[in-house]
């Protein structure tokens, strides 16, 4: 008789794990545990599927080439016993047995195990207030409720939404939702979008980017219940910014490990609530291994434990604790936290440490904003990005980075992903050897530009001010030069608001500089930031004391600007 394998789940790291025991033990008796009528499928794909681009939600559950991943597949292809609507109701760690409920019967049974695997994975948060249990109030965790929000789309009835929760489900839901001609409001309980993801600057990019698309956001808005019709369907959010009217509403406020197993069992759960696991993803019982959203990793910069459920992070679990149940010596060494989307047509991204994050962690932060576009400007395709880095200002090493925009961002990301893991710094990560060719990149590519910048901050050649700095010091009033070194048409276009504001352009700004006050504070600004540098550094050679450049220009100005006479 083989090694008896029981895998308690069925979405992600369960059947990796079960599929690639097999491959490497052909004789093991592996079996899977699934409370759900539903394998291995594409949680991630669900709102794609409610905005139509994924037609049957059947597609979500196919490999690439077609063939649906249920029982039968695993029994046929894969030589796995799988039971469906199954639940896990306990595990005798002494005698190595999982106790087993059909959900359908409710027969009880036990099977003996040699190793046993957890990939509970997690579970959409759903508040207790009142109306929760509404009519068309949704949560986003399953194909069934894609399905259940896809038909309530299509019944015609529903023409606004209400999205409690602006994070990465959210946004996506947001984005299928407003597709399809449905008026979408987020509320956020936070005063900004993707606050575990990105720095506050680049969030306020995000906002107004959705914004511009009709998003309607109330941010730092809490909701205090839910308020029903006559018919027991969804008719407001009550928040502490006013009723929010709508049709539906999806509930997208985070997703929490699901444990309870494991903590029954007397399994040791980490710091941040999930199931402690060690480098070859074995639980505080050797003969019991975990992997994916039910689990935390390590963070990789700092050293601590970190709860980032991710589809990739599931899979890459799943193939090292299938190699580790036959005989294999696999490692997960952590995670930089990587995590991409897309919303209204930005790609946005985050790898490694936020801005305020690098900080609690001890690291003497510096940072960069670049804008650029994602290839050379005179190729018809080029979209812009905006990229900001996170460095050790004493060892310069890169601690994260985060991108967005029109543009391919997340080849950025993905890059700086790398360069993270293997510790490396500013100087080498400016350096690296990418690919060039006008299609793809500008010769110095836009992440290279942003760890240049950082680069001359820290030898005292450049210095700058962010964006969320200088709205501050317009709105208090303050005594200063706000400089715009762009063209008269550049400017009467679009141009920072505030009486601070004058008109130079670039080209004349040798030659006028003494009509500049040196006694005051000079902030210049571009378009991007590059002729706002230049013009920082030709008043640094003319003798000005105290003068700096706008972080990223207009383009990474995230508040409104206005437009007005070009006149010098």
Same mark, same amino acid.
């Given at each position: 008789m083989g090694k008896r394998i029981v895998v308690v789940g069925g979405v992600a790291a369960g059947p990796k794990a079960a599929a690639r025991a097999r491959r490497r033990d052909p004789e093991a008796e592996i079996t899977i545990v699934e409370k759900g009528d539903l394998l291995s499928y594409a949680g991630c794909g669900l709102p794609f599927y409610v905005a139509g681009l994924v037609h049957e939600a059947e597609e979500l559950m196919c490999t690439a080439?077609?063939?649906?991943?249920?029982?039968?597949?695993?029994?046929?292809?894969?030589?796995?016993?799988?039971?469906?609507r199954t639940l896990a109701e306990k595990i005798d760690r002494q005698r190595k047995e999982l106790s087993v409920i059909k959900?359908?019967?409710?027969?009880? *049974?036990?099977?003996?195990?040699?190793?046993?695997?957890?990939?509970?994975?997690?579970?959409p948060v759903m508040p207790r207030m009142k109306g929760i249990d509404l009519r068309r109030v949704y949560r986003v965790g399953h194909p069934a409720d894609a399905v259940a929000i896809?038909?309530?789309v299509e019944s015609g009835e529903v023409d606004r939404v209400a999205i409690i929760g602006g994070g990465l489900i959210g946004l996506e839901m947001a984005d299928a939702l407003s597709n399809q001609g449905i008026d979408v409001t987020i509320v956020e309980l936070k005063d900004q979008l993707l606050t575990w993801l990105l720095d506050p600057d680049i969030a306020a990019l995000l906002a107004k980017h959705l914004r511009s698309k009709g998003v309607d956001l109330r941010l730092g808005a809490g909701v205090k219940e839910f308020e029903g019709d006559a018919e027991g369907n969804f008719k407001a959010a009550l928040t502490d910014q006013g009723p929010v009217e709508a049709d539906m509403a999806i509930v997208a406020i985070g997703v929490r490990p699901n444990v309870s197993l494991a903590a029954e069992a007397g399994l040791k %759960?980490?710091?941040?609530?999930?199931?402690?696991?060690?480098?070859?993803?074995?639980? *505080?019982?050797?003969?019991?291994?975990?992997?994916?959203?039910?689990?935390?990793?390590?963070?990789?910069?700092?050293?601590?434990?970190?709860?980032?459920?991710?589809?990739?992070?599931?899979?890459?679990?799943?193939?090292?604790?299938?190699?580790?149940?036959t005989g294999g010596q696999e490692?997960?060494?952590?995670?930089?936290?990587?995590?991409?989307?897309?919303?209204?047509?930005?790609?946005?991204?985050?790898?490694? %440490?936020?801005?305020?994050?690098?900080?609690?962690?001890?690291?003497?932060?510096?940072?960069?904003?670049?804008?650029?576009?994602?290839?050379?400007?005179?190729?018809?395709?080029?979209?812009?990005?905006?990229?900001?880095?996170i460095a050790d200002a004493k060892t310069r090493r890169l601690l994260g980075a985060q991108a967005l925009g029109m543009g391919d961002a997340v080849k950025r990301v993905d890059v700086a992903a790398t360069a993270i893991t293997f510790g490396a710094t500013l100087d080498q990560f400016?350096?690296?050897?990418?690919?060039?060719?006008?299609?793809?990149?500008?010769?110095?590519d836009v992440a290279a530009h942003a760890a240049n910048v950082a680069r001359n901050k820290l030898e005292g050649i450049a210095r700058s001010v962010s964006p969320l700095d200088l709205k501050r010091k317009i709105d208090a009033g303050e005594d200063f030069v706000l400089l715009d070194v762009r063209s008269p048409k550049e400017f009467e276009t679009e141009h920072l608001p505030g009486s601070q504001v004058r008109l130079?352009?670039?080209?004349?700004?040798?030659?006028?500089?003494?009509?500049?006050?040196?006694?005051?504070?000079?902030?210049?600004?571009?378009?991007?930031?590059?002729?706002?540098?230049?013009?920082?550094?030709?008043?640094?050679?003319?003798?000005?004391?105290?003068?700096?450049f706008l972080d990223g220009g207009v383009v990474a100005w995230p508040y409104e600007t206005v437009t007005g006479n070009g006149k010098e």
């Open positions: 080439s077609g063939t649906v991943r249920d029982a039968g597949f695993f029994k046929a292809v894969k030589d796995v016993q799988v039971l469906t959900l359908e019967t409710g027969e009880r *049974s036990v099977l003996p195990y040699d190793k046993l695997v957890l990939a509970t994975g997690g579970n896809r038909e309530a %759960l980490g710091t941040t609530g999930a199931i402690a696991v060690n480098e070859s993803l074995q639980t *505080s019982d050797p003969d019991i291994y975990a992997g994916g959203d039910c689990v935390e990793s390590i963070n990789l910069i700092t050293g601590k434990p970190a709860y980032v459920p991710m589809g990739s992070t599931a899979n890459k679990h799943g193939r090292i604790i299938g190699d580790n149940l490692r997960f060494p952590g995670i930089v936290g990587t995590t991409v989307l897309k919303s209204f047509g930005f790609n946005v991204g985050r790898t490694g %440490l936020c801005e305020q994050a690098a900080r609690d962690a001890g690291f003497d932060v510096i940072t960069s904003v670049a804008p650029s576009p994602d290839c050379a400007h005179y190729y018809p395709a080029n979209k812009m990005v905006v990229v900001k880095m400016a350096n690296l050897d990418l690919g060039y060719a006008p299609p793809y990149s500008t010769a110095i130079v352009p670039l080209g004349k700004l040798r030659e006028r500089s003494g009509e500049l006050p040196k006694g005051k504070e000079i902030i210049t600004y571009c378009k991007v930031s590059l002729r706002g540098y230049e013009a920082a550094r030709i008043l640094d050679a003319a003798g000005f004391k105290d003068v700096k």
